[in-house]
């Protein structure tokens, strides 16, 4: 991969003015202005590296809540099937962890994501894997103007039609504090009638 994952955003600052000084790593930068110039980057990476106003957004998913689940065949819903979620902070203030079990076509599911805001890519971000297939599924997007729902697209494997990197959109629909919907659309269908998955869940 082009870019280096680092443990600690920091590291990641320090090796960035290390390369743009032309300098080994295993030099300390001394002079005056080499401190001086460390200290603009650590000031410019704050920005990215400190959680702000959209990870205050967060919080709308934290708590416990009773789930309902259901598969949309065109404009036709299955029965609901009942579950739970717990979303908890897992680094407090930046990463969520959502953790769901119920029932889905009948069998037991659980799911595991990982929710955050991305201050570099300016987008929420979701990493999602589950009991259901084999698959560690990513999505990302934003707001709505009017702060009432969450717009987020990836890809997806249809492993039963052999379809690879099919594009889907998550929608996440705020109704109040207690209550809200998670819907999946099926985009290569077409305009009209896309959800094929939508969760219900109510605040315990």
Sequence with gaps: MKRTITVLGITGVVAAFMSTMGTSQ??????PEDMAKLAEAMQKAQRYISPGEHHEVLKKFLGEWKTESRFFMGTKPTPAEPGETKTRWLVEGRWLISESKGQLMGRPFESYSIIGYDNFKMSYVITTVSSWDTAMNRV?????R????????????????????????LAYRFKSNDKMTMEIHDLPIGE???????????RK
């Design 192 to 202: 009209t009638n896309t959800k094929v998955v939508e969760v219900t869940y109510t």
């Design 146 to 169: 009017d702060g009432r729902s969450m717009l987020l697209y990836g890809t997806l494997d249809e492993y039963l039609t052999g379809e690879h990197d099919k594009m889907v959109k």
């Design 26 to 31: 295993e030099k300390t930068p001394r002079s």
């Design 140 to 144: 990302e997007g934003d707001m709505t």
